[in-house]
């Protein structure tokens, strides 16, 4: 029983963890990963998105007519997106400040609507709650491991911007490699990023 | 029919729901948020002018917006304006506070999309400490007065000049200084060349004054980008002609070249009287 | 008025949507692969945006801002975006059955481009006018298209390149996307708003 449980969840975070394997919801992962502190809050809004989402989908699945699913889907979520828009704005003004339009845009992230499309749409509500978890859990990872990278090497320093909570890595005399900070260094790290995970997925034939 | 008539309900209903849930989260977040906006924008103020009481605020067509800034007995303590400057990727939205003096007390970048790295350091305390103590009556030439950052030219020039003009227009506008006039009657006729920066290199003008009244101003040479200078020239001299003095409006989406040209004609308006009374000795 | 020629070169070159602003990452690494889906997909985009930026401006200046229910604009947003592409797909597929085959395919997966509910957020955040908005969606979709054909271009050309085993297919894709980013950044500064 736990069994089906643990499948659930290790889905999402190993096996189709959403980012590296099925390349999907990747504008929020490019734009926010200047910097570790934004990346972090990025993929807990998004993940308390997933998981309420899945939820109220997953215990209202029977009321849902079939053809107007989807709609009906879409406004759960961009409810919840709304909510979390909210929050942020009241109680963390500095983190809603730097992630700015990629917080409405979790509506459109096509994680949260492929698992309510593909999972909580037709499965019990626990299962469902595990799946979400899963999810946003590998999307957080796939956020942090980004944004460490781009932060490091990009502005030398750990939970930047803010100068409080700052770590300069390599004291003052680093020159940043400003380009991973920049648009094109998003890319090119995320692509070598994918290269590194195809590579070891293969080595220890996770498939 | 009916099945559409049960599908319409249905989303009916789950958007009523919706809109009636976010009502509620507004109902609650709302109020917080108007008191953080309030309370972080008096604290800004009361970094600057510690004895605030009260501040009354004008917003001009511009977007720009300053506050007239009043101690608990009434007197003026100072203007802070909440300035837009379009920067090198965007617009730079900044606070300039002045005191009654014409003296700069501070100012904090609000917002801005200039390049990560590069141009934000508009940001930095040791690139907006320089502006401290300096007056609306200080030149503030780029480079000059206040260091131009190397590789951000651009957003560092940008915000030099929005200051310059900003604590000029607090200082007319706010503060009762009179704008000094530059007086045209007294140059002699003639025709005469001035130079003076503008934003990317120097700018040399001819000037023609018969009678006290400037005739003819032609750019002779220039450097600037010819799309931003098109949106000064021939505007500027035409302003300059028409309304017969130098102090024209120069907000034209081309600040830099258009200040480059009245600063030039300034120059070449200033040699001509000194010249001038060189000759009469 | 004199802003609209600004905003087609800024949301095209400057700022463009995908390159520069990480907008529409999706489909730009899904359907590239073929310069024939590629031009597709880019029309539909193109056709879609600039319809759901007029519809969501109205909506929003017309009965949001009037009842002050401006907090709803994201659902109220997905929801118009959704219905109409809807819309466009029933009405295309009777009136136009040639238009409906090359859009057609395209058009379900444009409701979740978050490409096109930026548009509709950004147009209303930065006050524009309708008419404004609506050649603010256009330049932006035309930008979109534009990275979107190049890739197609590049990418038709790599499948005959000789490309590490683990960096084929999206992994190269994106390290190609960098590059292109990095010859769009040639653009900044050239103009703003």
Known sequence: ???????????????EIPIFRLLLGMCPVLAVTTYLTNGIGMGLAATAVLIC??????????????????PCFIVVIATFV????????????????????????????????????????????????????????????????????????????????????????????????????????????????????????KRLNIK | MREIIRLALTLFMIGLTS????????????????????????????????????????????????????DSAGNLLGVMGTILQGGYGGVITYNLAVDTEGIILGLRIISHSETPGIGDVITRESFLAQFIGKSHEDPLQPGEDVDLVSGATESTGSIIGSVRRSVGHIATSYLDFQAEIFDITVVPDGTFQGVAAGGQGDIVVEVV?????????????????????VLSYPIIPERMIAEQKLEVDVSTGATASAEGIVNAVRNALEKAIEEGEGEQR | MENLLPIIFIYILVDNFVLQQFLGICPFIGVSRKMETATGMGMAVVFVMAMATVATWSLYTYVLVPFNLQYLEIVAFILVIAALVQLVETFLRKISPTLYQGLGI??????????????????????????ESTVF???????????????????????????????QGSAITLITAGILSLAFMGFKGMMTL
Not at chain 1, 87 to 95: G, N, R, S
Not at chain 1, 137 to 142: D, S
């Open chain 1, 53 to 70: 989402s899945n939820l109220v989908i997953s215990a209202l699945r029977n009321y849902f007519p079939a053809q107007v699913r989807i």
């Open chain 3, 137 to 167: 969606a256009v330049a932006a979709a035309v930008g979109f298209s534009l990275a979107l054909l190049i890739m197609a271009g590049i990418r038709e050309r790599l499948e005959l390149a000789a490309v590490p085993k683990m960096l």
């Open chain 1, 1 to 15: 029983m736990s069994n089906v449980y643990l499948q659930d969840f290790q889905r999402g975070l190993i096996r």
């Open chain 2, 209 to 229: 004054v018969e009678g006290g009244r400037l005739v003819e101003i032609k750019v002779l040479e220039q450097k600037e980008t010819p799309t931003m200078f």
């Open chain 1, 82 to 201: 709304t909510m979390v828009d909210m929050m942020m704005e009241a109680f963390v003004p500095a983190l809603y400040e730097r992630l700015g339009i990629f917080i409405p845009l979790i509506v459109v992230n096509c994680i949260i609507l492929g698992r309510a499309e593909a999972f909580a749409g037709k499965r019990p509500v626990l299962r469902s709650l595990v799946d979400g978890l899963g999810n946003g859990l590998g999307f957080i990872v796939a956020l942090i491991v980004l944004a460490l990278v781009r932060e490091t090497i990009g502005a030398g320093t750990i939970l930047g911007p803010d100068p409080e909570t700052a770590i300069r890595l390599f004291g003052d005399n680093y020159q940043p490699m400003l380009i991973f900070a920049l648009p094109p260094g998003a890319f090119i790290a995320l692509g070598l990023l994918l290269g590194m995970v195809n590579y070891i997925y």
């Open chain 3, 106 to 131: 395209y058009l379900p997966l444009i409701t979740t481009n978050c490409a096109v509910l930026a548009v509709a957020l950004l147009a209303v955040r930065q006050e524009f006018t309708l008419l």
């Open chain 2, 19 to 70: 809109a009636a849930l976010l009502t509620g989260v507004n109902n609650w977040t709302g109020p917080i948020i108007e008191e953080r906006r309030k309370s972080d924008y008096l604290e800004t103020i009361a970094s600057y002018f510690p004895d605030v009481e009260s501040f009354e605020t004008k917003a001009e067509e511009n977007g720009d917006s300053f506050d007239l800034i009043y």
